[in-house]
């Protein structure tokens, strides 16, 4: 093979064709005193359920604005509480102390919902726009454009100055790593450019201050075959330290033998959360462990977060590009080297591909503060 041609392909990533696509945005409004000023009339204080009126009217604004410009699944969220979206066959919704979980399959499902509780004050309002049909990837610019269209309609019919709106647009790529060791035929190729650039193609142009951020989480499953590798401590407050240790030793070897330098393993039950930020740091909040990755730094480490008292269904593998992981192709040859460092993982672990699975989800995020309107 000419080096030219081998060069190129180092820059693609084949992924099985069972591999499932999602893309969501959101936007965060802050309930501001000049906003609750302005609806002030739907605000009564003597009532249970004070914000009620004013909850219902602007979902309603929301709600005409996607209905006109056939955005089919969109979410009013003013409860405060954090929006993770996941690809599922079946739609499901759920809600726990701090979080709306919207499960569905983009190529069939749709909705429309509210969620608020009409006797707090909530601290913003989140919009979320979730991506329908197929080919979510390649029509991903246009389906951002009509959701930023809404946004902009939404926020100048409130009269919300615009720079208190911070907008992010979520892609990811979800498949087996093992799939083909299951039957699976096919594959399709991947160059993982970043999402600003595949929008300039498209001739959609984002803001210049537009934060970006690639990394990815793979599900881990501790099955009894994993659990049987370690015997477990004596000591019951660190019965499951020699088991996380193992993987721990596997994974962080694995990576960087393949010069991945940034990254984390979690097994505590916890949901991580991986955002850009000037300052490395992990935050426990609740069910949410909140990374914060800085991408022009090269070489972070690994951080390990585990409870050793108790067992976990599943550890998540996380790897953050850095800058230097992006070339003018993207971020196929990263994607690549994750691919090769999990297959060696996965022999250091005598996993049986055929068998069990190891899921993998890559991926792409940007975010960015609205510009101020003329």
Avoid at 63 to 88: G, H, M, P
Wanted: net charge neutral; hydrophobic share 35%.
């Amino acid at each position: 093979m000419p080096l030219s041609r081998m060069r190129n392909t180092q820059h693609k990533v084949y992924i099985p064709t069972s591999a499932r696509e999602n893309q969501y945005l959101m936007a965060k409004i802050p309930l501001t005193d000049e906003l609750l000023a302005k609806y002030s009339n739907l605000i009564d204080e003597n009532n249970n359920v004070p914000y009620e009126k004013l909850y219902q009217k602007l979902s309603e604004i929301f709600f005409n604005i996607t209905s006109q410009l056939a955005i089919e699944n969109a979410q009013f969220i003013a409860n405060d509480k954090f929006a993770r979206v996941r690809f599922s066959p079946e739609k499901v919704v759920s809600q726990t102390k701090q979080q709306v979980l919207f499960l569905y399959n983009p190529k069939y499902h749709t909705s429309q919902n509210s969620f608020y509780n009409g006797q707090n004050k909530a601290k913003k309002i989140t919009l979320v726009f979730l991506s329908s049909g197929e080919d979510i990837r390649v029509q991903s610019a246009k389906f951002h454009r009509l959701a930023a269209q809404a946004i902009s309609e939404f926020t100048t019919e409130i009269a919300l100055d615009t720079s208190l709106c911070r907008v992010s647009d979520h892609q990811h790529l979800t498949y087996d790593l093992f799939a083909k060791s299951k039957g699976v035929e096919g594959s399709q190729a991947h160059k993982f450019r970043a999402i600003s650039e595949r929008y300039m193609a498209d001739e959609y142009t984002l803001p210049q201050n537009t934060d970006a951020l690639t990394y990815a989480v793979v599900d881990f499953p501790i099955n009894h075959r994993v659990r049987s590798l370690a015997t477990p401590d004596e000591n019951e407050y660190e019965r499951y330290n020699p088991l996380y240790n193992l993987i721990a030793d596997a994974f962080i070897q694995s990576a960087k033998q393949h010069n991945l330098h940034n990254g984390a393993i979690i097994a505590n039950g916890l949901v991580p959360i991986v955002r850009k930020g000037e300052d490395e740091n992990v935050i426990t909040n609740g069910e949410l462990l909140m990374l914060g990755y800085n991408p022009t730094h090269t070489s972070g480490g690994y951080t390990c977060k585990w409870d050793s008292a108790k067992l976990v269904d599943t550890a998540q593998l996380i790897f953050v590009a850095s800058e230097l992981d992006k070339n003018a192709h993207g971020y196929g040859k990263f994607v690549n080297k994750i691919e090769q460092a999990l297959r060696d993982f996965s022999e250091k672990l005598n996993m049986i591909v055929e068998q069990e699975e190891l899921l993998v989800r890559l991926h792409q995020h940007i975010a960015f503060s609205l510009p101020e309107k003329a």
